[in-house]
């Protein structure tokens, strides 16, 4: 796996460089590099239901979904799952315009149901810092779940600055900034169907 040695692009100033085909600007003209196909992405998906069926064999379980990043993960995830299942969704906001977590976590959108009692998997698109999730993480349990537990699609072990336990991740990868399937730079890149790396050129580096 090659990676851009430009690992995180600064936060956003003014506008894109986008790398337009013809008179259309073309999503794909962006990546460096895929990192996850769609093929790769829908069996690992494949793989966590099933571990999360066995896990939870005879239970109702509750999904949490972290939005935006994690919500075309989730909408994946619920639908290989085959057990009886509830979902919510929550919105917290931690970087702003920034590519790097302020450790200042607020919450934007609370969960619309009661989590008490409840087995809960909350589910994340990324775990960078570990700021978001350790703090969120904190919030749920003191709503008294019957469990709690994370999964992330992507982990980044080596930015982590505060510890959180995951239970299932997708991939574990190095330090880069990455985009697509929900995951965004600046807002945009969430539409494309695979997981890739930027071109430095998109963010001025
Ligand atoms: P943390 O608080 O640093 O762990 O930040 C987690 C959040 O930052 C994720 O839920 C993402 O929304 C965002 N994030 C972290 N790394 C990336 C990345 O490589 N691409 C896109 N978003 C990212
Ligand atoms: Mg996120």
Request: net charge neutral; proline share 5%.
């Amino acid at each position: 796996m090659i990676l851009s040695r430009r690992l995180h692009p600064p936060a956003r100033r003014g506008r894109f460089n986008i790398i337009w085909k013809g008179s259309v600007p073309m999503l794909e003209n962006d990546i460096q590099e895929i990192l996850f196909s769609e093929e790769q992405l829908k069996a690992r998906v494949a793989e966590i239901a099933r571990q999360i069926e066995a896990d939870y064999a005879g239970k109702e379980i509750m999904l949490i979904s972290v939005l935006r990043g994690s919500f075309i993960f989730m909408a994946d995830l619920c639908r290989a799952i085959h057990l009886p299942c509830t979902l919510d969704f929550m919105s917290v906001s931690s970087y702003g315009k920034s590519t790097t977590s302020s450790g200042q976590v607020q919450i934007t959108k609370d969960l619309s149901e009661d989590i008490t009692g409840r087995h809960v998997i909350v589910v994340e698109d990324i775990l960078d810092s570990g700021n978001t999730l350790s703090y969120l993480l904190k919030i749920l349990e003191n709503r008294h779940p019957a469990s709690i537990r994370l999964c992330t699609l992507l982990d980044k072990p080596e930015r982590r600055v505060k510890p959180v336990e995951v239970h299932y991740t997708g991939f574990t990868i190095p330090d880069a900034f990455v985009v697509g399937y929900g995951l965004d730079y600046a807002e945009r890149y969430r539409n494309l169907p695979y997981i890739g790396v930027l071109k430095p050129a998109v963010y001025g580096g």
